[in-house]
């Protein structure tokens, strides 16, 4: 199946949550995964070649490629079967290079904050992912939720968000996510994510079982 990481807000966590639901796919789910890398930033890609530089073992491959690069993918993606692809996108929604990946994706998940600003942008990003491909399973994450703060608009906008898709539990804003590279997650983070990506699974992911 295809999953994308998509909001158009940059830093609203997208690269973070793709390394961290691979590594979770990977390590604790046991499932084949092939991460694509079409941010600009192609910050996974970094990571990738930088674990492989100390003689890390490589979990799943990463591919860094442009939105160009996606029809001359597209074909092979659609056979991918058991495997699981994350698509890292760039943070923008200006280019029609994202038409035949939002319509190829089997599910699509979208990391967000509660301000106006992140509010704003995750609508916007979602109409136009519902405009091309109306079908498509949608589940927000609330992230770097920080703990001594009250958010004032938080229950309108899960309100808002939850006529769209889906919202899950939120994650912490805390340091340790930022330590997250292509071979491991720390440690300390497991207990704070682990609710959001069962629900993800569970909901999305996992095949129900055949009789
Ligand atoms: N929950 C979190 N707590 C602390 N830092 C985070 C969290 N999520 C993301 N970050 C950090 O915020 C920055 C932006 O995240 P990133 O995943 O690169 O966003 P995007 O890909 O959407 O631009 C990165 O430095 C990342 O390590
Ligand atoms: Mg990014």
New binding site residues.
């Given amino acids: 199946m295809v999953i994308i990481i998509g909001?158009q807000?940059?830093?609203?966590?997208?690269?973070?949550?793709t390394l961290l639901l691979a590594n979770y796919l990977v390590q604790v789910k046991k499932r084949k995964v092939t991460v694509i890398d079409m941010?600009y930033?192609q910050?996974i890609a970094q990571k990738f070649e930088k674990a492989k530089l100390l003689e890390n073992p490589e979990p799943y491959e990463v591919i860094a490629a442009s939105l160009d690069d996606y029809p001359a993918m597209e074909d092979l993606l659609y056979n991918s079967g058991e495997q699981v692809v994350l698509i890292?996108l760039p943070?923008k929604l200006d280019d029609d290079g994202l038409i035949p990946v939002f319509r190829s994706a089997n599910l699509v998940i979208c990391?967000f904050s509660y301000d106006e600003f992140s509010f704003n942008s995750t609508i916007l990003f979602s109409v136009v992912l519902r405009k091309i491909n109306p079908e498509v399973m949608l589940t927000y994450v609330p992230?770097?939720i920080k703990a001594n703060v009250r958010y004032e608009t938080q229950l309108e906008v899960d309100e808002q968000l939850q006529k769209l898709g889906s919202v899950t539990p939120v994650?912490?804003?805390?340091?340790d996510?930022?330590r997250?590279n292509t071979f491991q997650t720390p440690l300390s983070l497991i207990p704070a994510i682990r609710p959001v990506f069962e629900i993800i699974y569970q909901n999305h992911i996992a095949k129900p079982a055949t009789p």
Avoid: V, Y
């Fill in positions: 909001n807000k940059g830093g609203a966590g997208k690269s973070t949550l941010d930033q910050s890292d943070g990391p992230n770097r994650l912490p804003d805390r340091i996510f930022q997250t």
